[in-house]
């Protein structure tokens, strides 16, 4: 059990990472639709090997963490934080969607897929914020071996998200818009909901 939860919470967090159509997805669809299915299972594949690296690098910043337990205080404050600005952000991409769009670059899908990945900024303070408040509340370990369990959930779901956006390109491409704005809605509500939970646990602790 000890193994599972860190996959299953690393598998669930990049699953809701990557369920909002953005540049990373949605290159996804855009290189199954032009260069068919493989190319867009090698650009999934690409993205997932620089989402791999991303989490890496965050659980090894929670590995610091392990070695000075008291900056989770400072961590649970900055949470707050976030999560409220995180909230605001997707409650306002909700009032104001535009219509998402792909990333035109063209080359090899694998090494695409790498730097389209690469591009996205929040994956790193992403998987470092949660998986050291998924490490505080005890629900998973991320120190050897478990921190690769944690990380093997994140990369395997990332390939069967992006995988399944390539797979309905053409259903997703129809409906993004509308999946976007209602799921800025439903991530704007959860990041709400993380930010009082913190504040609370934060001022009774």
Do not use: C
Not at 41 to 53: H, P
Not at 66 to 73: A, K
Not at 75 to 83: D, E
């Amino acid at each position: 059990m000890d193994f599972l939860s860190p996959f299953f919470f690393g598998f669930l967090l990049a699953a809701v990472g990557i369920a909002l159509p953005g540049m990373v997805n949605m290159t996804s669809v855009s290189v199954s639709i032009k260069q068919g299915m493989r190319a867009g299972l090698w650009y999934s594949a690409g993205s997932s090997v620089t989402i791999f690296l991303q989490a890496y690098i965050a659980v090894a910043f929670a590995g610091f963490l392990s070695r000075h337990p008291q900056v989770f205080t400072y961590i649970r404050a900055t949470s707050v934080a976030i999560f409220l600005a995180l909230a605001f952000f997707f409650f306002y991409q909700a009032l104001h969607s535009k219509e998402a769009k792909a990333s035109r670059r063209k080359g090899s899908p694998f090494l695409l897929g790498m730097a389209v990945a690469g591009m996205n900024a929040l994956n790193i303070p992403y998987f470092f914020t949660m998986g050291a408040l998924l490490k505080a509340e005890g629900l998973i370990h991320l120190y050897a071996p478990y921190h690769l369990f944690f990380i093997s959930g994140i990369t395997l779901s990332a390939f069967i998200m992006l995988s399944a956006y390539a797979r309905f390109a053409q259903f997703i491409l129809k409906r993004a818009n509308y999946f976007a704005r209602n799921l800025n809605y439903f991530l704007s509500g959860l990041f709400l909901v993380l930010a009082v939970v913190q504040g609370v646990q934060l001022y009774t602790g």
